[in-house]
């Protein structure tokens, strides 16, 4: 057996199984190549962008534009998954959104747009595709700036001490006919804030109507420094001693001496007018001899400062 597998009658017989063996692979690769297409399945990508900016192109040194969406949603579409995240990261992004404002009149106009520098194997859709725009001949004026502070951003019982800006005039640019309606510029306090303590931040400014409307425009500066000062709603009231509780027998008058004579008090407009005094009650049932007891003074209303006072308490015997 072993002159078998070494003689040349077995090497011809493997070499002959090998080239029959790669022979129909060969030919049934052919077959493949030539007779039966292949497919492969393409992932598609896509990615919405919310609030992408709208370049407007218009004469800025003679026209003013408002009225506008200032932003627009992009929906990208891309086989190429690189590709597309370039365009989603703002740092990194081709394409923008333009309105195109060169050949239109002063008024009000309707504009298209579109997607502009956008790369190959990328597409894009724009909604809306059109945005109406407010075209005006371009104005500038001076106007006062004054701090402003909504009455429900005090807390409760406080009030407004002092409102200070940083800036007492601001240039305001807008079209003609917003130049004409604007009275002030306002220095507002943010809507979310609600002071209980003095506030000092950089705000926007905003150009305002004489009823307090917001109206479009360019301030410069664009912000300022607001101060509100704010402090506790007080009032001083007298303290008055009630004697609570039965006077022992052997005695026939107690008299009552406070450590203060009054208390300042603290809480809402509404609460402070309704109360003239505040009651000390004091506990005689025990007294016997001349003795002084602590008080605390106490309101469902207000705060009351002090808290506690002493009360002397002179006895008279029968």
Do not use: C
């Not at 949603?73 to 333009?98: G, H, Q």
């Not at 506790?232 to 007298?238: A, E, F, L, Q, R």
Request: aromatic content about 6%; overall charge neutral; glycine content about 4%.
């Amino acid at each position: 057996m072993k002159r078998f597998f070494n003689s040349r009658l077995w090497l011809g017989l493997v070499s002959v199984f090998f080239a029959i063996l790669l022979f129909f692979t060969a030919a049934s690769n052919h077959h493949n190549n030539s007779g039966t297409q292949i497919y492969s399945s393409i992932e598609t990508y896509t990615h919405t962008l919310k609030d992408v900016p709208i370049d407007m192109k218009y004469d800025s040194d003679k026209y003013f534009i408002s009225g506008y969406s200032y932003g627009a949603e992009v929906y990208l579409t891309s086989t190429n998954r690189i590709k597309l995240d370039a365009e989603v990261n703002s740092d990194t992004r081709n394409f923008k959104v333009v309105a195109d404002l060169t050949k239109s009149q002063p008024g009000t106009v309707t504009v298209a747009l579109k997607v502009q520098n956008l790369p190959s194997g990328v597409t894009a859709t724009v909604s809306p595709d059109k945005i109406s725009v407010t075209i005006g001949k371009k104005a500038s004026k001076t106007f006062p700036v004054r701090g402003s502070v909504d009455p429900k951003q005090i807390a409760n019982g406080y009030e407004i001490s002092k409102i200070e800006t940083g800036i007492n005039k601001a240039e305001v640019t807008s079209d003609e006919s917003i130049i004409a309606l604007i009275d002030h510029v306002v220095a507002k306090l943010p809507d979310d804030q609600v002071l209980d303590a003095n506030y000092s931040s950089r705000v926007t400014l905003q150009a305002v109507s004489a009823d307090g409307t917001i109206l479009a425009s360019v301030i410069d500066p664009a912000k300022t420094n607001l101060f509100v000062g704010v402090k506790k709603i007080t009032k001083s009231v007298p303290i008055r001693v009630e004697a609570v509780g039965v006077m022992d027998s052997s005695l026939s008058d107690i008299q009552y001496k406070l450590s203060k004579q009054t208390a300042l008090i603290s809480g809402s407009r509404e609460a402070l007018d309704a109360i003239d005094e505040i009651v000390a009650k004091v506990d005689i049932s025990d007294v016997t001899k001349n003795t002084s007891k602590t008080v605390h003074l106490t309101s469902n209303q207000v705060s009351i400062e002090p808290s506690v006072v002493t009360v002397q308490l002179t006895t008279t015997k029968k």
